[in-house]
């Protein structure tokens, strides 16, 4: 069930209102252009709610590695028209993360590799320096306003996944998606306790701000749950929420799935939420097709990496580690995760992956196969047979908006 606009409002303002802001400086991190959230009604919400009562109130979205938002995709992100932003905003500032960037970042301490080996379960032991955005300092209040869904790294992602990697450095980037590769995104997705969060949170604890959120629960026809205090406990809330409702059960494997990317998605980076979210419902030998016509770029960000070492299993990665380590952590993770299960033989230089991963894209078939991934004209895919056939056939499963519901079979469903 969705909550009304005016539920939505309510509950938001009251959140709010409980929150110690009198005269403090508020920094409001949210997500980019990739998430699905009504963030336009949010933010002019809070706007209303907190101007007058805070000394600062400025936004900062939490990019990760993604690239910085141009004038006019700030303006839709926060569903403004040209110009009014400057108009009707003017004592609101408006900001970028930018992960490469040192100057941009502060640091705040180590995590000994003795703790890296506990919270990862042995996965990983090394120290991590962790540097984050150092605007946190500038304020008095950080407060996350995103959604909660699950996620292939995290487990479940927003509250403090939002820090990190949200507005951090690369380090910890690195580390804690290369964890997530290592267990692999079939196990963690949606899962709320993982070595991953584990590392999250650990992080977030070192920043001497306090951190509060609101944390929602949505769909892309509506929001099912707002729930806003300090972090931890706003979170705890909606990822058991979100663990619920974003979650597809169903009885049996698919041989053949067609993931009909949105236009949300413009890069490989992060069009693969379409795989990764059906992984666990794909047969062994079975193949998804990522079916994004808009979509012509592997990644802006990490495109010639992500060429130089193309996509690869897992164990394709750790058993040839010497070659491979110097090469960013999460690249290296992204390529396995979209990739999916799988084994190397080192002897033979073979790789044998699970299932079959094809683009139907503007990826042009040389680059695909360069990149050790399928290709199909997107022009030879006419969705709505395909949609018949998935109708009649109990072997073929066509997913509108991919990369937003897990799909799991039921027979992994946790008991109680």
């Known amino acids: 069930m969705f909550l009304t606009d005016a539920v939505v409002e309510a509950k938001i303002r009251e959140g709010i209102a409980r929150l110690p802001y009198d005269g403090k400086r508020v920094l409001v991190l949210v997500p980019d252009l990739t998430r699905t959230m009504p963030l336009p009604v949010f933010f002019r919400i809070l706007v209303s709610a907190l101007r007058g009562h805070v000394a600062k109130l400025d936004f900062l979205v939490a990019l990760g590695t993604h690239p910085g938002l141009t004038e006019p995709q700030m303006d839709r992100l926060f569903g403004c028209e040209p110009g009014e932003r400057a108009r009707e905003f003017a004592d609101v500032a408006f900001l970028n993360h930018d992960w490469a960037n040192p100057e941009a970042l502060t640091f705040l301490g180590i995590i000994p590799a003795s703790e890296i080996r506990e919270l990862s379960g042995g996965m990983i032991e090394m120290e991590v320096p962790i540097h984050i955005n150092k605007l946190v300092l500038e304020y008095d209040d950080l407060f996350v306003c995103g959604p909660v869904f699950p996620h292939e790294v995290a487990g479940i992602s927003g509250g403090n996944k939002y820090f990190f990697p949200g507005i951090a450095g690369q380090d910890i980037i690195d580390v804690t ?49 707002i729930f806003i205090g300090p972090i931890a406990e706003a979170w705890d809330k909606a990822a058991d929420l979100a663990a619920q409702t974003h979650i597809t059960w169903v009885q049996q494997p698919y041989r053949r799935v067609l993931s009909l990317l949105p236009e949300m998605y413009d890069e490989i980076w992060v069009g693969a939420k379409g795989m990764y979210k059906l992984e666990p419902v794909i047969s062994d030998g079975g193949e998804v097709i990522l079916y994004a016509p808009h979509l012509r770029v592997v990644s802006v960000t990490h495109g010639k990496k992500i060429a130089a ?58 680059e695909c196969k360069a990149l050790n991934l399928g290709y199909r004209d997107w022009r030879s895919i006419d969705v709505a047979s395909w949609r018949a056939e998935a109708a009649r056939d109990p072997d073929c499963l066509v997913v509108d908006r991919a990369g937003e519901r897990l799909y799991r079979l039921a027979s992994t469903r946790p008991k109680g």
Request: aromatic share 8%; hydrophobic share 40%; net charge positive.
């Open 177 to 225: 998606h290369w964890i997530g590769a290592l267990a692999t995104s079939y196990k963690l997705i949606g899962t709320k306790d993982t070595p991953v969060r584990r590392v999250i949170n650990r992080a977030a604890a070192m920043i001497p701000r306090p951190r509060h959120a609101l944390c929602a629960v949505v769909q892309h026809e509506g929001v099912e749950g």
């Open 309 to 366: 070492i193309g996509y690869h299993c897992r164990d394709y990665f750790v058993k040839q580690w010497n070659t491979f380590k110097g090469q960013p952590w999460g690249v290296l993770a992204h390529s396995t995760h979209l990739r999916g299960a799988g084994s190397y033989d080192l002897a033979t230089g073979i790789e044998t992956c699970r299932i079959q991963v094809t683009l139907a894209t503007g990826i042009p078939e040389a």
